[in-house]
């Protein structure tokens, strides 16, 4: 007879986005190198998504900004949103996010609130399975 239990563990994956960037500009800017394609579809089990990257702005002047974009419909991932204010790297995460259906290229998008180098580094898609 079984008595083993299965314990029901969330579990988690990180999709790395690679690349690490800077910007001076207070409009959204691409981060070279940092795309990945991804498809809901392949996690069928999924319980939420998240956005996470290490960012800081110079000199903990301002604030620095990131966002995950979807290059494949042209419009910023709603929720993507990550803000620092620190001079040292702080891993932010976003709210959870919804994705369009199908296989569509994100890529990070950084930004900065007045002028100062924003940074971004290890910016990953988190994802959480039930």
Known sequence: EKTAKETSQAKVIYIPLGGSGSTTSTSWADVGNAEVYFDLSDYPNLSEVRFEGFIKVKNGN??????????????????????????????????????????????????????YDAYIDSGRIKIVLK
């Open 62 to 115: 301002g604030k620095a900004f990131a966002r995950l974009y979807d290059v494949t419909h042209s419009i910023g991932v709603q929720g993507s949103d990550i803000e620092a204010r620190g001079e040292n790297f702080a891993l932010v995460s976003s709210d959870k996010l919804n994705f369009w259906q199908g296989k569509n290229l994100y890529r990070i998008q950084v930004k900065s609130l007045n002028g």
